[in-house]
Protein backbone atom coordinates (compact mmCIF):
# COMPACT_ATOMS: atom_id res chain seq x y z
CA UNK A 1 0.00 0.00 0.00
CA UNK A 2 1.99 3.27 -1.47
CA UNK A 3 -0.38 5.71 0.07
CA UNK A 4 0.57 9.30 -1.14
CA UNK A 5 4.09 9.77 -2.45
CA UNK A 6 6.04 12.72 -3.51
CA UNK A 7 8.92 13.85 -5.84
CA UNK A 8 11.68 14.64 -5.77
CA UNK A 9 11.94 14.36 -2.49
CA UNK A 10 14.94 17.20 -2.41
CA UNK A 11 15.67 19.77 -4.84
CA UNK A 12 17.81 22.89 -5.19
CA UNK A 13 16.92 25.30 -8.08
CA UNK A 14 17.74 28.68 -9.23
CA UNK A 15 15.76 31.87 -9.21
CA UNK A 16 13.39 32.03 -12.02
CA UNK A 17 13.48 29.08 -13.04
CA UNK A 18 10.16 26.40 -13.32
CA UNK A 19 9.89 23.34 -11.33
CA UNK A 20 6.91 21.11 -10.63
CA UNK A 21 6.52 19.13 -7.47
CA UNK A 22 4.73 15.71 -8.19
CA UNK A 23 2.24 14.40 -5.87
CA UNK A 24 0.31 10.44 -6.12
CA UNK A 25 -2.27 8.92 -4.16
CA UNK A 26 -3.28 5.37 -4.76
CA UNK A 27 -6.33 5.22 -2.38
CA UNK A 28 -8.83 7.16 -5.06
CA UNK A 29 -9.19 10.20 -2.56
CA UNK A 30 -11.07 12.53 -4.03
CA UNK A 31 -9.48 15.85 -2.00
CA UNK A 32 -5.88 16.36 -2.42
CA UNK A 33 -3.74 19.44 -0.94
CA UNK A 34 -0.54 21.66 -1.05
CA UNK A 35 0.62 23.16 1.83
CA UNK A 36 4.31 24.51 2.58
CA UNK A 37 5.53 24.58 6.07
CA UNK A 38 7.41 27.29 7.40
CA UNK A 39 9.47 27.87 10.68
CA UNK A 40 6.91 30.60 12.10
CA UNK A 41 3.77 30.22 9.47
CA UNK A 42 3.05 26.36 10.15
CA UNK A 43 1.69 25.25 7.38
CA UNK A 44 -0.03 27.10 4.89
CA UNK A 45 -2.88 25.73 2.56
CA UNK A 46 -1.44 26.96 -0.98
CA UNK A 47 -4.33 25.30 -3.26
CA UNK A 48 -6.79 22.56 -3.26
CA UNK A 49 -8.30 20.09 -5.64
CA UNK A 50 -12.35 18.54 -4.23
CA UNK A 51 -11.56 16.21 -7.74
CA UNK A 52 -10.00 16.10 -11.18
CA UNK A 53 -10.49 19.40 -12.90
CA UNK A 54 -11.59 20.99 -9.99
CA UNK A 55 -9.10 22.96 -8.06
CA UNK A 56 -9.78 25.79 -5.58
CA UNK A 57 -6.78 28.55 -4.13
CA UNK A 58 -5.80 28.37 -0.54
CA UNK A 59 -4.49 31.03 1.70
CA UNK A 60 -1.15 31.57 0.08
CA UNK A 61 -1.60 30.83 -3.70
CA UNK A 62 0.43 33.35 -5.10
CA UNK A 63 3.30 32.31 -7.39
CA UNK A 64 1.86 28.38 -7.64
CA UNK A 65 -0.45 26.84 -10.29
CA UNK A 66 -1.77 23.73 -10.38
CA UNK A 67 -3.57 21.25 -11.95
CA UNK A 68 -5.79 17.73 -11.72
CA UNK A 69 -6.33 15.82 -14.74
CA UNK A 70 -6.53 12.67 -12.80
CA UNK A 71 -7.97 11.76 -9.69
CA UNK A 72 -4.43 10.08 -7.98
CA UNK A 73 -2.05 12.89 -9.29
CA UNK A 74 -2.01 16.34 -7.88
CA UNK A 75 1.33 18.57 -9.43
CA UNK A 76 2.33 21.64 -7.96
CA UNK A 77 4.13 23.92 -10.61
CA UNK A 78 6.34 27.24 -9.67
CA UNK A 79 6.49 29.01 -12.93
CA UNK A 80 8.96 31.53 -12.02
CA UNK A 81 10.91 30.15 -8.58
CA UNK A 82 11.70 32.79 -6.13
CA UNK A 83 13.65 32.80 -2.93
CA UNK A 84 10.97 33.39 -0.56
CA UNK A 85 9.57 29.69 -2.03
CA UNK A 86 12.34 28.13 -0.73
CA UNK A 87 10.16 25.63 1.92
CA UNK A 88 9.02 22.15 2.97
CA UNK A 89 6.30 21.45 0.66
CA UNK A 90 3.70 18.41 1.52
CA UNK A 91 0.96 17.39 -0.22
CA UNK A 92 -2.28 15.25 1.38
CA UNK A 93 -5.48 13.65 1.02
CA UNK A 94 -8.96 13.38 2.58
CA UNK A 95 -11.28 10.60 1.26
CA UNK A 96 -14.17 13.33 1.03
CA UNK A 97 -16.74 15.54 1.67
CA UNK A 98 -17.67 13.24 4.99
CA UNK A 99 -14.02 12.73 6.04
CA UNK A 100 -11.85 14.95 7.17
CA UNK A 101 -9.22 12.70 8.16
CA UNK A 102 -5.84 14.23 6.51
CA UNK A 103 -2.91 11.89 5.40
CA UNK A 104 0.17 13.34 3.99
CA UNK A 105 2.97 12.71 1.88
CA UNK A 106 6.60 12.47 3.12
CA UNK A 107 7.52 16.06 1.63
CA UNK A 108 9.50 18.35 -0.99
CA UNK A 109 12.53 19.85 0.49
CA UNK A 110 12.66 22.72 -2.11
CA UNK A 111 15.86 25.37 -1.84
CA UNK A 112 16.11 28.15 -4.21
CA UNK A 113 19.42 30.00 -4.80
CA UNK B 1 -5.62 36.92 13.49
CA UNK B 2 -4.57 33.30 12.49
CA UNK B 3 -7.55 30.86 12.37
CA UNK B 4 -6.06 28.84 15.13
CA UNK B 5 -3.73 29.78 17.93
CA UNK B 6 -1.28 27.73 20.03
CA UNK B 7 1.06 28.03 21.92
CA UNK B 8 4.15 27.17 20.76
CA UNK B 9 6.02 26.23 23.89
CA UNK B 10 8.52 24.68 24.26
CA UNK B 11 7.09 22.10 26.88
CA UNK B 12 10.07 20.43 28.39
CA UNK B 13 8.04 17.62 30.95
CA UNK B 14 10.33 14.72 32.83
CA UNK B 15 8.98 11.41 31.78
CA UNK B 16 5.59 10.37 33.83
CA UNK B 17 4.22 13.82 33.80
CA UNK B 18 1.02 14.65 32.38
CA UNK B 19 0.74 17.70 29.80
CA UNK B 20 -2.07 19.36 28.16
CA UNK B 21 -1.80 21.85 25.54
CA UNK B 22 -4.46 24.06 23.65
CA UNK B 23 -6.22 25.49 20.97
CA UNK B 24 -8.23 28.34 20.08
CA UNK B 25 -10.13 28.45 16.88
CA UNK B 26 -11.80 31.67 15.37
CA UNK B 27 -13.69 30.42 13.16
CA UNK B 28 -17.27 28.76 14.70
CA UNK B 29 -18.04 27.33 11.31
CA UNK B 30 -15.11 24.88 12.11
CA UNK B 31 -16.92 21.69 11.38
CA UNK B 32 -14.08 19.04 12.60
CA UNK B 33 -10.93 18.93 14.76
CA UNK B 34 -8.35 17.37 14.83
CA UNK B 35 -4.31 16.76 16.07
CA UNK B 36 -1.68 15.71 14.68
CA UNK B 37 1.76 14.42 15.53
CA UNK B 38 4.94 15.78 13.77
CA UNK B 39 8.76 14.45 13.89
CA UNK B 40 11.33 16.59 13.12
CA UNK B 41 11.83 16.95 9.74
CA UNK B 42 8.82 14.49 8.73
CA UNK B 43 5.30 14.76 7.48
CA UNK B 44 2.43 15.30 10.43
CA UNK B 45 0.64 12.26 10.80
CA UNK B 46 -3.13 12.26 12.15
CA UNK B 47 -3.10 11.39 16.14
CA UNK B 48 -6.84 12.07 16.80
CA UNK B 49 -9.80 13.34 16.53
CA UNK B 50 -11.50 15.67 18.47
CA UNK B 51 -15.50 15.83 19.72
CA UNK B 52 -17.41 17.52 21.90
CA UNK B 53 -17.87 14.53 23.98
CA UNK B 54 -14.34 13.64 24.45
CA UNK B 55 -12.48 11.18 22.61
CA UNK B 56 -9.28 9.55 24.40
CA UNK B 57 -7.08 6.58 22.91
CA UNK B 58 -4.71 5.17 25.59
CA UNK B 59 -2.57 7.96 27.37
CA UNK B 60 -4.25 10.42 24.98
CA UNK B 61 -7.51 12.54 25.57
CA UNK B 62 -9.01 15.35 22.90
CA UNK B 63 -11.50 17.54 23.80
CA UNK B 64 -13.31 20.21 22.13
CA UNK B 65 -15.52 22.86 23.99
CA UNK B 66 -17.45 24.40 20.68
CA UNK B 67 -18.71 27.83 23.58
CA UNK B 68 -14.75 28.84 24.08
CA UNK B 69 -14.07 28.05 20.47
CA UNK B 70 -10.87 25.81 21.90
CA UNK B 71 -9.89 22.50 22.12
CA UNK B 72 -7.37 20.05 23.86
CA UNK B 73 -5.05 17.35 24.39
CA UNK B 74 -4.24 16.06 27.19
CA UNK B 75 -0.91 13.45 27.59
CA UNK B 76 -0.70 10.82 30.34
CA UNK B 77 2.34 9.34 31.94
CA UNK B 78 4.47 11.27 29.07
CA UNK B 79 7.33 8.47 27.14
CA UNK B 80 10.79 9.58 25.42
CA UNK B 81 8.59 8.87 22.35
CA UNK B 82 6.29 11.35 22.65
CA UNK B 83 8.25 14.32 22.08
CA UNK B 84 7.18 16.13 18.70
CA UNK B 85 5.59 18.63 17.36
CA UNK B 86 1.81 18.66 18.17
CA UNK B 87 -0.31 20.51 15.33
CA UNK B 88 -4.29 21.26 16.04
CA UNK B 89 -6.06 21.82 13.25
CA UNK B 90 -9.78 23.22 12.40
CA UNK B 91 -11.50 21.93 8.96
CA UNK B 92 -14.35 23.59 7.60
CA UNK B 93 -17.31 22.07 5.56
CA UNK B 94 -15.18 23.16 2.58
CA UNK B 95 -13.32 21.03 3.32
CA UNK B 96 -10.53 23.71 4.14
CA UNK B 97 -7.99 22.78 7.01
CA UNK B 98 -6.36 25.40 9.31
CA UNK B 99 -3.45 24.49 11.30
CA UNK B 100 -2.08 25.93 14.10
CA UNK B 101 1.88 26.35 14.17
CA UNK B 102 2.59 23.80 16.65
CA UNK B 103 3.24 22.92 20.14
CA UNK B 104 7.00 21.43 20.69
CA UNK B 105 7.28 18.26 23.04
CA UNK B 106 10.66 17.13 24.83
CA UNK B 107 10.10 14.64 27.31
CA UNK B 108 13.15 14.26 29.30
CA UNK B 109 14.28 11.21 31.15
Known amino acids: DAGITQSPRYKITETGRQVTLMCHQT?????MFWYRQDLGHGLRLIYYSAAADITDKGEVPDGYVVSRSKTENFPLTLESATRSQTSVYFC????????????FGPGTRLTVT | RKEVEQDPGPFNVPEGATVAFNCTYS??????FFWYRQDCRKEPKLLMS???SGNEDGRFTAQLNRASQYISLLIRDSKLSDSATYLCVGVLASNQFYFGTGTSLTVIP
Open chain 1, 92 to 103: ASTGGSNSHEQY
Open chain 1, 27 to 31: WSHSY
Open chain 2, 27 to 32: NSASQS
Open chain 2, 50 to 52: VYS
